[in-house]
C-alpha cells in the first residue's frame, strides 16, 4: 500500500478562519512533506518533518503552522489566510528523506 | 543554486508514438532524481525513481535515463496511449538538503 490520504478535498475559508488540513500514511514513513501548488506552477516545498521533528521551515508565513503528532500523521493548521494563500496543498511521505516520495491526492483550498 | 529545467514545456503527439521528455539540471551532486505525473487538480503520480549511482530505470513503458555528470535525465514513453496525457515533472533531491528541486514540467498530449 502506498497511500497517502489528506482531508478535506475541497476547503473554501475566509480570512478571519481558523481551519486545519490534515495528512495520514500507514507505510511506516519517518519523513513527510507540505507542499503548495499554484496553478500551471511546480509544487513549492513547505515544512519537513523527519522522525517526528520539523527539519525543514522555508520561511513559511507564520500563518500556517504544522504539527506532527504521530508517526502517521501530519496537520496543517490555517489561521488568518490571505486569498494569495488559494493553492492545492499536497502532502507527501518518504521511508526518509533520502527515498521516494509518495504524494497525496491534495486539498483544494480557497481564501475568500 | 540546483536549478532544473524541461523541455519541452508542452508536447502534443498521436496515439502510438514513442517520446522523450527531457530534464535537466545544473548541479550533480544529487541523491536521485524522480519522474511524476500529475493528471490536472490531482496529486502527484511517482513514476520512476534513479538513483544517483544507477544508470535507468524501467516500469513497463517508461525508461528513464540519468546521465549525472552531464546533469541529464530522459523519460521514454513507449507506444503512447490518450491515457499517458498529463503534466510530467522530474525532481533532483539535493544532496545535504533533505529537497526535492522541480522542474516546471511537460504538458504532454496523445491525440486519439
Known amino acids: 500500500d502506498t497511500e497517502v490520504t489528506q482531508t478535506p478535498k475541497h476547503l473554501v475559508m475566509g480570512m478571519t478562519n481558523k481551519k486545519s488540513l490534515k495528512c495520514e500514511q500507514h507505510m511506516g514513513h519517518r519523513a513527510m512533506y507540505w507542499y503548495k501548488q499554484k496553478a500551471k506552477k511546480p509544487p513549492e516545498l513547505m515544512f519537513v518533518y523527519s522522525y517526528e521533528k520539523l527539519s525543514i521551515n522555508e520561511s513559511v508565513p507564520s500563518r500556517f503552522s504544522p504539527e506532527c503528532p504521530n508517526s502517521s500523521l501530519l496537520n496543517l493548521h490555517l489561521h488568518a489566510l490571505q486569498p494569495e494563500d488559494s493553492a492545492l496543498y499536497l502532502c507527501a511521505s518518504s521511508q526518509d528523506f533520502r527515498y521516494e516520495q509518495y504524494f497525496g491526492p491534495g486539498t483544494r483550498l480557497t481564501v475568500t | 543554486k540546483q536549478e532544473v529545467t524541461q523541455i519541452p514545456a508542452a508536447l502534443s503527439v498521436p496515439e502510438g508514438e514513442n517520446l522523450v521528455l527531457n530534464c535537466s539540471f545544473t548541479?550533480?551532486?544529487?541523491?536521485?532524481l524522480q519522474w511524476f505525473r500529475q493528471d490536472p487538480g490531482k496529486g502527484l503520480t511517482s513514476l520512476l525513481l534513479i538513483q544517483s549511482s544507477q544508470r535507468e530505470q524501467t516500469s513497463g513503458r517508461l525508461n528513464a535515463s540519468l546521465d549525472k555528470s552531464s546533469g541529464r535525465s530522459t523519460l521514454y514513453i513507449a507506444a503512447s496511449q490518450p491515457g499517458d496525457s498529463a503534466t510530467y515533472l522530474c525532481?533532483?533531491?539535493?544532496?545535504?538538503?533533505?529537497?526535492?528541486?522541480f522542474g516546471q514540467g511537460t504538458r504532454l498530449t496523445i491525440n486519439p
Open positions: 525532481a533532483v533531491l539535493i544532496q545535504g538538503a533533505q529537497k526535492l528541486v
Open positions: 548541479d550533480s551532486a544529487i541523491y536521485n
